[in-house]
Each structure stands twice: as C-alpha cells, then as structure tokens.
C-alpha cells in the first residue's frame, strides 16, 4: 500500500502560478503511474494529466495542455504539477492518485487508481 499527501495549493490571482506536488510513502513509488484529477463544487471528478511510473511518458487533457506539466522524481518519491497562467475556473480540489498495476489506456479514468490523497486547494481569485 502507498500513502499519498497532496501539498502546494493556496489562493493566487489569475495569471499566477503554483507547483502541487504529490509525495509517497510506503511502497516503492517508481512502480507507480501516477495521475492529476480535480473537482470543483457540483462537478464531477476531472482528469488533468498522468504520468508513467518512468516518467518517460506524459498524457494531458485537452483543457489544460500547455499550461500544465506533469513530472516526477523518483529518488524523491514525488511527482509535480506546474500550473502556469491560472484563471478562476482552475479554481478546485486536486488530487493526486496512483496505480500500481500496469499502464492503462483508460488513465483518465479514476477507476483505474487504486491510492488517492486528501487534495490540495487551488483557489485563483481574478
């Protein structure tokens, strides 16, 4: 089993910044895929953006490609997300979560992971 704790969020004006960033513990986390989802008051559950156990492989929603990017340090058992140009519709609940079987096409789906955090609040006032 892994442990997952979410950490970066707080309040930023539109256009800033922030890096979330997603740390294990408890099993070796290089095993994982790792996944971004958020959730905003009454909307469901989002996918944003994975990543393989290798980090060699990176996927993104359409929604928030090239302004989001997904990374990983193994050695450190955390995986990132760099938010850039943020505007009040970012405003949300994310999530990390972690798969620890093998790579799945269906990686934006989050039945496929099996660990979540508690999430990080990412508020973005305009």
């Known amino acids: 089993q892994v442990q997952l704790v979410e950490s970066g969020g707080g309040l930023v004006q539109a256009g800033g910044s922030l890096r979330l960033s997603c740390t294990a513990s408890g099993r070796t986390f290089s095993n994982y895929h790792v996944g971004w989802f958020r959730q905003a008051p009454g909307k469901e559950r989002e996918f944003i953006a994975a990543?393989?156990?290798?980090?060699?492989?990176?996927y993104y929603a359409s929604s928030v490609k090239g302004r989001f990017t997904i990374s990983r340090d193994n050695a450190k058992n955390t995986v990132y997300l760099q938010i850039n140009s943020l505007t009040p519709e970012d405003t949300a609940v994310y999530y990390c979560a972690a798969n620890p079987r093998g790579w799945s096409d269906s990686f934006f789906r989050p039945g496929v992971y099996d660990y979540w955090g508690q999430g990080t609040q990412v508020t973005v006032s305009s």
């Open positions: 990543i393989t156990s290798s980090g060699r492989s990176t």
